[in-house]
C-alpha cells in the first residue's frame, strides 16, 4: 500500500512539473553551497503564437505576482549585453532597444532603476548556474525550449524570496530584427517587443494567457512582428507598482 502512494504521490509531482512547462513557467531549487542559503531559480519561457483576441485591450487590470521581489525598496538592477547573433543585428542596435524596454518599467514605476553596464560576453549556457550578472544575450535554445522565442532565469534565496540574479536568452535559432531595421519585418521577432515583456519577468511578474490579456505586456505569447509589448498595458503598471509601491 505504502509503494503505491508512493508512486501516485511521484506521478502527480511529474504531471504538476509537466503542467508548469506548458505554462511557460518552471521551479526548480539548488542546492546550495556549503554554509550558504538554499537557492531556486525561476524559468519564464515565452512562446510564439500568431494572431491576437479580438475582445483584448490594454486596458484589462490583470496581473500575476508569486511574491518573489528583489530586495530593496527601491532596487537598481545592473545588466551587461551580450549581442552576438547570427542575423546580422549591430550591438548599439540591440542595446537601444534593450534599453527603451528597461525604460517602459522605469517610467511606469520610478523605484525601480535599471543601469546598463555595456557590452559583455555571457557564458556559453547563462541558465546553468549564477555568476554574479544579470545578462542578456542569444543563444541556440530550441532543443531545450522547443517553440520558445526567449527564455528568462530568475535566481533568488528560498528564505527570503529575493532576487539577487537574472538572465535574459532571446532564441538565436528564430529570425529577430530591430524595428524599423529589416526587410522582412513581419517575418521576425522585434527586440524591443519580446525584451520588454521580458524584463517584466526580471521584475518577477508572471505570464497571462486569458484571451482578454492579449494586449498585455506580460501576455505569454508572442508574434512575428509585434511591437505591441513596447506599451506596457494598465495591468502591467498596476502589478508592478504592487510589487514595489
Known amino acids: 500500500m505504502k509503494r503505491s502512494i508512493g508512486k501516485i504521490l511521484l506521478l502527480l509531482a511529474i504531471v504538476a512539473l509537466a503542467a508548469s512547462a506548458a505554462a511557460g513557467i518552471i521551479a526548480a531549487r539548488e542546492k546550495a553551497a556549503r554554509g550558504g542559503p538554499e537557492i531556486a531559480k525561476l524559468t519564464f519561457i515565452h512562446y510564439g503564437k500568431s494572431g491576437g483576441q479580438r475582445e483584448a485591450t490594454d486596458t484589462i487590470t490583470d496581473y500575476k505576482y508569486n511574491g518573489v521581489r528583489w530586495p530593496d525598496a527601491a532596487p537598481v538592477i545592473r545588466f551587461t549585453i551580450d549581442p552576438t547573433n547570427k542575423w546580422g543585428l549591430q550591438s548599439f542596435d540591440i542595446k537601444t532597444a534593450v534599453d527603451s524596454a528597461a525604460a517602459a518599467w522605469h517610467d511606469a514605476d520610478n523605484k525601480v532603476t535599471f543601469v546598463d553596464d555595456g557590452i559583455a560576453a555571457a557564458t556559453a549556457d547563462p541558465g546553468a548556474a549564477p555568476d554574479g550578472r544579470n545578462t542578456v544575450s542569444f543563444r541556440s535554445i530550441s532543443s531545450k525550449f522547443p517553440n520558445a522565442i526567449a527564455v528568462t532565469y530568475s535566481w533568488y534565496y ?51 494567457y486569458k484571451p ?27 502589478g508592478i507598482n504592487r510589487i514595489y509601491p
Open 158 to 208: 528560498v528564505n527570503t524570496k529575493r532576487v539577487f540574479e537574472v538572465d535574459t536568452i532571446f532564441n538565436d535559432d528564430l529570425p529577430w530584427s530591430v524595428n524599423p531595421y529589416g526587410a522582412s519585418f513581419t517575418g521576425s521577432y522585434d527586440v524591443q517587443n519580446i525584451a520588454t515583456h521580458e524584463i517584466g519577468h526580471w521584475l518577477v511578474l508572471g505570464d497571462l
Open 212 to 238: 482578454r490579456d492579449a494586449e498585455l505586456t506580460m501576455y505569454g505569447y508572442g508574434a512575428m512582428g509585434e511591437t505591441k509589448k513596447d506599451t506596457l498595458g494598465v495591468g502591467d503598471i498596476l
